[in-house]
């Protein structure tokens, strides 16, 4: 007979887990974290970044530098090739050359600009004409400079006078650091726009009223007069070492 008893269902309690992520590690190579991308190589200037806009009151302070090999620019026919372009090249559409100094492997510009991109395209101008100028006098093909040229916008008097200084008595520093001294005591840098700056003491400039001049008048504020409350500049002073002057 059957049972009239049912059998129980079976409950069992199972604890139902959530399922957890297990780290991976990834080896990646790039992206935006410290030390990523194409390794940095001695000497390749300034990082490739767009350029900061800037007002057109502040002058800047440009730097280039030739290819390495290059035999020094200094010499007559280089240094009267490259005063040529910047006669040619010394005002364009918003960009203004003002002073320069010829170095040996480097050019010093300090100049003016309505913005970054009327100073990308003043420089370029510049680099260019220069490149199709040097190479065919040197007897030798390709680029001329090495590397992005440097650019800082002066935003201070102060800083003003120091890129003057700087600038205008490049030679007589490198000079010095040479070991050589080539330069008499007060002597300008015949591979420079010194001969046409009004601010050093006790001396009348060479006039820019000429179209031979390889530069332009200033306009800004900053780089006609503001900088002079700091007091002219002394043909002495070797910028970065201890100036023979006292003068900052």
Same mark, same amino acid.
């Given at each position: 007979?059957?049972?009239?008893?049912?059998?129980?269902?079976?409950? #069992?309690?199972?604890?139902?887990?959530?399922?957890?992520?297990?780290?991976?590690?990834?080896?990646?190579?790039?992206?935006?974290?410290?030390?990523?991308?194409?390794?940095?190589?001695?000497?390749?200037?300034?990082?490739?970044?767009?350029?900061?806009?800037?007002?057109?009151?502040?002058?800047?302070?440009?730097?280039?530098?030739?290819?390495?090999?290059?035999?020094?620019?200094? %010499?007559?026919?280089?240094?009267?090739?490259?005063?040529?372009?910047?006669?040619?090249?010394?005002?364009?559409?918003?960009?203004?050359? &003002?002073?320069?100094?010829?170095?040996?492997?480097?050019?010093?510009?300090?100049?003016?600009?309505?913005?970054?991109?009327?100073?990308?395209?003043?420089?370029?101008?510049?680099?260019?004409?220069?490149?199709? %100028?040097?190479?065919?006098?040197?007897?030798?093909? /390709?680029?001329?400079?090495?590397?992005?040229?440097?650019?800082? #916008?002066?935003?201070?008097?102060?800083?003003?006078?120091?890129?003057?200084?700087?600038?205008?008595?490049?030679?007589?520093?490198?000079?010095?650091? %040479? /070991?050589?001294?080539?330069?008499?005591? /007060?002597?300008?840098?015949?591979?420079?726009?010194?001969?046409?700056? +009004?601010?050093?003491?006790?001396?009348?400039?060479?006039?820019?009223? +000429?179209?031979?001049?390889? &530069?332009?008048?200033?306009?800004?504020?900053?780089?006609?007069?503001?900088? %002079? #409350?700091?007091?002219?500049?002394?043909?002495?002073?070797?910028?970065?070492?201890?100036?023979?002057?006292?003068?900052?």
């Amino acid at each position: 007979m059957p049972s009239s008893s049912r059998t129980a269902p079976r409950t #069992v309690s199972k604890l139902r887990r959530r399922p957890q992520q297990l780290p991976l590690a990834l080896h990646t190579w790039g992206g935006r974290r410290p030390g990523a991308g194409r390794p940095k190589k001695p000497g390749s200037g300034p990082p490739h970044r767009s350029r900061a806009s800037f007002a057109s009151r502040y002058p800047v302070h440009v730097g280039l530098r030739v290819e390495a090999g290059l035999p020094s620019l200094r %010499r007559t026919p280089s240094r009267r090739v490259l005063e040529a372009c910047l006669r040619e090249g010394k005002e364009r559409d918003g960009f203004r050359l &003002v002073h320069y100094s010829i170095q040996h492997h480097h050019l010093h510009f300090i100049v003016e600009a309505s913005g970054a991109r009327s100073l990308s395209s003043g420089v370029k101008a510049l680099c260019i004409r220069i490149a199709r %100028r040097l190479n065919p006098l040197l007897e030798r093909k /390709g680029r001329v400079f090495a590397e992005r040229y440097f650019a800082r #916008v002066l935003k201070t008097p102060k800083e003003v006078r120091a890129c003057l200084r700087y600038v205008l008595l490049n030679g007589q520093k490198h000079e010095s650091q %040479r /070991g050589v001294g080539h330069f008499p005591q /007060g002597a300008l840098d015949a591979c420079s726009s010194a001969r046409f700056f +009004d601010g050093f003491r006790g001396r009348v400039p060479q006039s820019l009223d +000429d179209n031979d001049a390889p &530069v332009t008048q200033a306009r800004t504020y900053l780089l006609r007069k503001a900088w %002079r #409350v700091h007091g002219l500049i002394s043909r002495a002073d070797i910028p970065g070492l201890c100036s023979r002057s006292g003068a900052p």
